[in-house]
């Protein structure tokens, strides 16, 4: 199945060859690290006895458990909400308000995503369609009912899960482009990516890693197993445009 929103670095036109990389058997347990629009764990099967999805924008995790828990109260919050810049402006004013509930910021949030240029959720983008339909969130929690969801940095997150039948599904903020993740203050530099792989190499369990090809990370995981794999550019799909990058997905097994 399908997310139910585009995001940054989102992994819909690799999502195939992701899991078609995966070990066969042997993990009880899945862990995204950077779970984004959890396009990968959307798509794969649900073979593992615990999913966990992860990110460290809390506002991203406070979506997921309320699509979750309260579906038809999102819903509900689109109901009579109109596809305006106006509308946009004023809940990124908003969202970030205490006095929402958690279940207004979450469709707030949703729709600054749903509406903004490349999903960024920073420019209006004026797309012609209805970007308030919502009827597709009950499928997602019925996906999501036996997920769990956690807000954390991938430091304590790795340590809390690792074990010899994990697999970590890591798909970090690629190198250069940090500055276009809406991370809520958080930050992801070089220092980062050394970290990252300097915990991955000493895990006990399985990873499996999706980043930008630069000799910088193929001299990080030159221990690994590393495949060069090509991605059509997303913006350049939506202008009729085809060109192609060069990705990396890497493993330690």
Known sequence: MDSFFAWIGGKKLLRKEICARFPDGGFDKY???F??????LFYK?????????????????????????????????FEYVLNSREVFENFKDMYKSKVLTDIQRAAMYLYIIKASYASKARNYGAKAR??????????????????????RDYETLITQYDRPSSLFYCDPPYLGTERYYDTVGATFDLDHHRSLANILQNIKGRCIISYNDSEVIRELY???????VARTNNMGMRYGTKKKYSELIIKNY
């Open 130 to 151: 209805d970007i308030t339909a919502a009827e597709y969130l009950k499928t997602v929690k019925e996906r999501l009912k036996a997920v769990v969801i956690e807000n």
């Open 35 to 40: 779970g984004g629009a959890a396009w990968v």
């Open 31 to 33: 862990v995204e690290v």
């Open 222 to 228: 030159k221990d690994f197993s590393i495949t060069e």
């Open 45 to 77: 099967e649900r073979h593992a006895e615990m999913e966990i999805y992860n990110d460290v924008n809390g506002n991203l995790v406070n979506l997921f458990r309320c699509v979750k828990y309260h579906p038809s109260a999102i819903q509900e919050e």
